[in-house]
């Protein structure tokens, strides 16, 4: 069946340091992607997007990654912040609606 | 400002009592989406609706029930049919039916059976 799904479940990273988070997907025909950040008892907030006529998408110290030949998703963050832990997700189109990712929790220690 | 409101923050049901949460948006959206969330878990898909006066069951429909009287609102009641209901609520809208716009979430209904 159909599915998004996240290789890691929990990623510890120090201050500053870079992460990167991963994501597979299987609907080859999928051609929209986001990543959202739920911090905890928070409602998911959008961070990035990307379309599946590109591999690549920057933001402000955020870039997302598209490889269709393996059908992987990843989110970089750059200099990474306490602010930025939280619960990270991805979500691929459905034709009328998103698949979310089970999510990654990333954990920032100074 | 525009955005998608979601009440209560907090709501506790006893048992066999049905309880209904609120989500309201002014972003002009025509399809809005509940999702339960559990401890640890991600986003499980209860109802969605396109347009007013339509609503689609999603994963896990059971023991909940919906209405799209209005653009602006989707409220979600939590039947006593549904026997796990503690669960975090969130509620998101997107432009249009399709998908390929992203969705803007609530900041989530919170509830617990006593």
């Known amino acids: 069946g159909e599915s998004v799904g996240l290789h890691l479940p929990t990623l510890s990273v120090q201050e500053g340091d870079n992460s990167i988070i991963n994501c597979a997907y299987s609907n080859s025909a999928s051609d929209y992607f986001i990543w959202y950040k739920q911090e905890s008892g928070k409602g998911p907030q959008f961070i990035i997007d990307i379309r599946s006529n590109m591999d690549k998408r920057q933001g402000q110290r955020v870039t997302v990654l598209l490889n269709k030949t393996v059908k992987h998703l990843s989110l970089q963050i750059a200099a990474t912040q306490p602010g930025d832990s939280a619960v990270y997700f991805c979500a691929e189109d459905n034709t009328d609606k998103l698949i979310f990712g089970t999510g990654t929790r990333l954990q920032v220690f100074p | 400002d525009g955005g998608i409101t979601q009440s209560p923050k907090y709501l506790f049901r006893k048992e066999g009592q049905n309880v209904t949460l609120s989500c309201e948006q002014n972003l002009n959206h025509d399809a809005m989406y509940w999702y339960r969330q559990d401890p640890g878990q991600g986003l499980r898909l209860i109802y969605y609706?396109?347009?007013?006066?339509?609503?689609q069951k999603g994963d896990i429909a059971e023991g909940y029930s919906v209405s799209r009287e209005k653009k602006e609102s989707f409220p979600l009641t939590v039947t006593s049919a549904q026997k796990n209901p503690t669960a975090f609520y969130l509620c998101?809208?997107?432009?249009?039916?399709?998908?390929?716009?992203?969705?803007?979430f609530g900041s989530g209904t919170r509830l617990t059976v006593v």
């Open positions: 998101a809208s997107s432009i249009t039916g399709g998908s390929s716009y992203g969705y803007t």
């Open positions: 609706s396109q347009i007013v006066n339509d609503f």
